[in-house]
């Protein structure tokens, strides 16, 4: 083991990793400033949808311009993963204040958690072929490249010349933050000097997820789409697919100070772990675990966690299994502050992680603590009482954020960033 | 299908597959490769294009007729008699 304890190596500088740059597209807004007023003013981003042999529905969609960093040619020739990736990736490149042109590309990685990739083309190429008497003589030489697992990392390497390593990280919902976590990894393994890391997902386009979730009880339903999305209150009904991404630029905080980068906040916890008990139901023991274990990588009590963005997704069972894991770690403390972001976007799936903790970082300046909208009647079996229900909350400090994340399969993950206070700091 | 239908048709696919290309000045007796950016997944395109709308085959070993827009048209010919625009 490399630290005592699995712990942070906080003593040396160059094992602190900091975010220097956020690029987004969520289905309530296209940047970092977007999506932040409207998580403040409780503007969700659910709207009618409708797909293939589903129907009628309801989702989450993303409306960036594509063409603002692609070709026509390029968004024709990639997948909606690709586009979301290559929006979000040149943004966070250009807010991060690196000049690009002199930056080493061979020093550069990629890494993007993905929910589940490939199941949008392959859809596609069978309802074509389905015109066709299922000639598979005329399935796409273009279906490969499209569903390799690590085409959205892929596609961004090529937007941006980049040399360096690439990969997506498979890891269910919790992919964001596992995409986050494996920059970070590889900064203080020296593999690259800088990271662009997060989450995306496409899943709105598979007609596959929808039915899915139909067929397990667990699609939401309701006559205005913006009120369908609703953690921890006692109508939910389950899930509303999003599509959407998050990428960071992350480097090495002496990389950062050197170049008088602004600083979002320092990675200082985080921890994945594996619940080993159902493919589907999630495991609160294992979940407060994984919790705990990115504290003590912190080197810090759960006393000092200011907002916990919590990960439930409107589901039966999962609300309840979060709330007592967030419950059994942090207690009934009310100077902390919980909230969800599932409940104005819908769940974007590999991108949720990564948009739930992005969209509060914002916390660390403005102090506030956005709400969970649509919390009309509390479930009393999600007993949290500091969750931030339908309007924002000013806080009187906001020092760390925890965000949760977790997904099928049972696989847990954890992310706590600091506030950078600067000198103080160095 | 007459050799101006069938341009018709190449000239459509290529806006499909080159749709950043302007290719109003396409000259046919040059290659497509020096006026557009075309690999060889785009070239691909054009040749399952072609099988999709009118079921012609066409084998690897004649992909080199598919150089310029005046050998396709050629090439096409005979394939595509009976097809309709």
């Known amino acids: ?426 | 299908m007459s050799a101006d239908q069938i341009r018709q048709v190449i000239m459509k696919i290529l806006c499909r597959i080159a749709p950043d290309n302007d290719l109003t000045a396409l000259k046919d007796e040059v290659p497509f490769r020096e006026q557009m950016e075309l690999d060889s997944m785009d070239f691909l395109d054009i040749v399952m294009e072609l099988r999709k709308l009118y079921r012609v085959q066409i084998p690897e070993e004649d992909y080199g007729f598919l150089n310029t827009m005046a050998s396709t048209v050629q090439y096409l010919i005979p394939k595509l008699q009976t097809a309709t625009a």
Not at chain 1, 247 to 266: F, N, Q, S, V
């Open chain 1, 1 to 426: 083991m490399l630290f005592e304890g699995g712990g942070s190596p906080m003593s040396d500088p160059n094992q602190r990793i900091v975010i220097t740059g956020i690029g987004l597209t969520s289905p309530n807004g296209n940047s970092l400033a977007e999506f932040r007023a409207n998580l403040l003013a409780g503007k969700s981003g659910v709207s009618n949808y409708e797909i293939r042999y589903i129907g009628e529905t309801l989702a989450g969609v993303c409306n960036f311009d594509p063409l603002r960093y692609q070709k026509r040619k390029d968004v024709r020739r990639g997948t909606r993963a690709g586009s979301i990736a290559i929006y979000c990736a040149n943004e966070a490149v250009q807010q991060s204040g690196l000049s690009w042109p002199d930056v080493p590309k061979n020093r550069v990685g990629v890494f993007i958690g993905i929910t589940e990739h490939g199941n949008v083309e392959t859809e596609n190429e069978i309802f074509e072929i389905s015109k066709f008497n299922y000639d598979t003589s005329v399935w796409s030489h273009h279906h490969n490249p499209r569903t390799v697992a690590n085409s959205p990392a892929g596609e961004v390497t090529l937007s941006l010349g980049i040399t360096g390593p690439h990969l997506c990280i498979g890891a269910a919902c919790a992919a964001g933050n596992a995409g986050f976590i494996q920059g970070l990894q590889m900064l203080r393994l020296g593999e690259v000097d800088l990271a662009i890391a997060g989450g995306v997902s496409e899943s709105i386009h598979t007609f596959g997820i929808f039915a899915g979730f139909k067929s397990q009880g667990a699609l939401a339903t309701n006559p205005e789409p913006t009120r369908a999305s609703r953690p921890f209150d006692l109508d939910r009904n389950g899930i509303v697919v999003a599509e959407g991404g998050g990428l960071l630029t992350l480097e090495r905080l002496p990389d950062a100070l050197r170049r008088g980068a602004r600083i979002y906040g320092e990675i200082v916890g985080h921890a994945m772990n594996s619940d080993a008990t159902d493919f589907v139901l999630p495991d609160p023991t294992r979940q407060a675990e994984c919790m705990r274990l990115a504290l003590q990588r912190a080197g810090i009590g759960p006393e000092s966690i200011d907002l916990v963005s919590s990960h439930a997704t409107a589901t039966e069972q999962g609300d309840i299994e979060e709330s007592q894991a967030i419950h059994s770690v942090f207690g009934d403390r009310m100077s902390l502050a919980i909230n969800n972001t599932k409940s104005f976007i819908g769940h974007a799936m590999g991108a949720a992680g990564a948009l739930e903790l992005l969209g509060n970082l914002p916390a660390f300046d403005d102090h506030f603590a956005h709400a969970t909208i649509n919390l009309d009647q509390p479930d009393p079996r999600c007993a949290l009482p500091q969750i931030v229900a339908n309007t924002p909350r000013k806080m009187d400090r906001v020092e760390y954020i925890l965000n949760n994340s977790f997904g099928m399969l049972g696989i847990n993950s954890a992310v706590i960033v600091k506030r950078y206070s600067g000198d103080q700091e160095e």
